[in-house]
């Protein structure tokens, strides 16, 4: 079945420093998803990608989509403290006609003000 | 304004004690979902619901139920808890094929 791995697992930054999380599927994905999960709250959706290649931007967090529709990730441009949380990349499961996702374990950033 | 309502936030429930969770939606989408979550963990998938079609994950232990009345409404019902299904329970919704899902705020539930 379809896996969606994502590193890392985990990343301690200073304010100011730059983040990044991977997102890497053996198979080509419809499209790619990014939530933030805060701590003690619930995922929420942040963007969608999906043309290949494709590159969008959030004021300081830039996403990108691979050229095979295979990897993804997150840069957090200069990170405040109030980018603490765990992103996870989601992709549209086709076993379920694509109305379910497969998650990545997630990447729990912490930042030190 | 709320979107994907939980009820209730926070919910204890003895051993062996049935538990209804509830989730409601102002969305009018097709699709609801319930994840299990762990601490540190992805949200794990359950059941979803496309319109009134119900499908179950195959790893879903059939101690897990789930009832879909009308499109607005969702429960998840645990017949027998198990001090292993101590977590948070996420209700999920979606318009569909492909499209984004919108969480709500989650009910911790507790067993003891």
């Known amino acids: 079945g379809q896996q969606v791995m994502q590193i890392p697992q985990y990343q301690h930054v200073q304010e100011g420093e730059d983040f990044t999380t991977y997102c890497n599927s053996s198979?080509?994905?419809?499209?790619i998803q990014w939530y933030k999960q805060r701590p003690g709250g619930h995922p929420v959706f942040l963007i969608q990608l999906v043309k290949s290649g494709e590159v969008k931007k959030q004021k300081r967090l830039t996403f990108q989509f691979g050229e095979a529709k295979k990897n993804s990730s997150l840069h957090i441009t200069a990170t405040q403290t109030t980018d603490v949380g765990t992103y996870f990349c989601a992709a549209p499961r086709p076993g379920t006609g694509y109305s379910t996702l497969t998650f990545g374990k997630g990447t729990m950033l912490l930042v030190s003000p | 304004d709320a979107m994907v309502i939980q009820n209730p936030r926070y919910q204890v429930t003895q051993f062996g004690k049935p538990v209804t969770l509830s989730c409601s939606q102002t969305l009018n989408h097709n699709v609801m979902y319930w994840y299990q979550q762990k601490s540190s963990q992805a949200p794990k998938l359950l059941f979803h619901?496309?319109?009134?079609?119900?499908?179950n994950e195959a790893d879903t232990p059939d101690n897990f139920q789930s009832r879909r009345p009308n499109t607005s409404f969702c429960f998840l019902d645990i017949r027998s808890p198990g001090l292993g299904d101590a977590a948070m329970y996420l209700c999920?919704?979606?318009?569909?094929?492909?499209?984004?899902?919108?969480f709500g705020p989650g009910t911790r539930l507790t067993v003891t």
């Open positions: 198979t080509t994905l419809s499209n």
């Open positions: 619901y496309y319109d009134k079609d119900f499908n």
């Open positions: 999920a919704t979606s318009r569909g094929q492909g499209f984004e899902q919108y």
